[in-house]
């Protein structure tokens, strides 16, 4: 499958521990964003970067949420000190921008992170 | 700010009814419109977007969306929906295909 890949699927945590999720885009791809997504909403849009610069950042990325892309291909994701309000779905998708725009882009199917 | 409202939470068809699930978003820009949907189990996949030109758009597997800018509208339609149509549809606006604002989704249940 050479889809957006991310890991793992299922995570589940303590409060107060710290997790990170990776993602793998398509490999040609140079724009990657962090979504992420409660029960009976749409996802919430998160980080994006290209390349390897975070272009941008949501109010909702509180200062324990972090997210990386080094070399400008996989990316994590990583919250510290979790807490029971993070429990969601943490969806990540690529696309190939030229310019401003880019016309579409691929969802992988996301880690589910619940934090008991 | 962008947002986006979905009418319905959950809309329940039998086969071969028509489809038409609302779609209203506020955005003060140029924007691009998408329609992606959820089947049980698997990723997002986009069904089709809207970013300049003829306002009624044709998407993948009979599905289709037209834009009124007078009505800040996207409404997504399909004439004849099949079992196989169960799913959660997404519309979403942006500028850009990645960095988008969603609406709460649409359960699709289609009965055989």
């Known amino acids: 499958d050479t889809g957006v890949s991310q890991d793992p699927r299922h995570k589940i945590t303590k409060r107060g521990q710290n997790v990170t999720f990776r993602c793998d885009p398509i490999?040609?791809?140079?724009?990657l964003y962090w979504y992420r997504q409660t029960l009976g909403q749409g996802p919430e849009f998160l980080t994006y970067?290209?390349?390897?610069?975070?272009?941008?950042k949501s109010r909702l990325l509180s200062d324990r949420f972090s997210a990386e892309r080094p070399k400008g291909s996989f990316s994590t994701l990583e919250i510290q000190r979790t807490e029971q309000g993070d429990s969601a779905m943490y969806l990540c998708?690529?696309?190939?921008?030229?310019?401003?725009?880019?016309?579409?882009?691929?969802f992988g199917q996301g880690t589910r992170l619940t934090v008991v | 700010a962008q947002s986006v409202s979905q009418h319905n939470h959950h809309v329940i068809l039998s086969e071969a009814a028509s489809l038409e699930l609302g779609c209203n978003y506020s955005?003060?820009?140029?924007?691009?419109l998408f329609w992606y949907v959820q089947y049980p189990g698997q990723h997002l996949q986009l069904l089709l977007k809207?970013?300049?030109?003829?306002?009624l758009v044709k998407g993948i597997k009979g599905f289709e969306a037209e834009f009124i800018k007078s009505k800040f509208s996207f409404n997504l339609r399909k004439p004849s929906v099949q079992w196989s149509d169960t799913a959660e549809y997404f519309c979403?606006?942006?500028?850009?295909?990645?960095?988008?604002?969603f609406g709460d989704g649409t359960t699709l249940t289609v009965k055989p």
């Open positions: 998708a690529s696309s190939l921008g030229r310019g401003v725009g880019d016309t579409e882009a691929f």
């Open positions: 490999s040609e791809h140079n724009r």
């Open positions: 970067f290209q390349n390897e610069a975070q272009l941008e």
């Open positions: 955005y003060g820009g140029t924007v691009n």
């Open positions: 809207y970013f300049s030109g003829d306002p």
């Open positions: 979403a606006v942006g500028t850009n295909a990645g960095k988008s604002t």
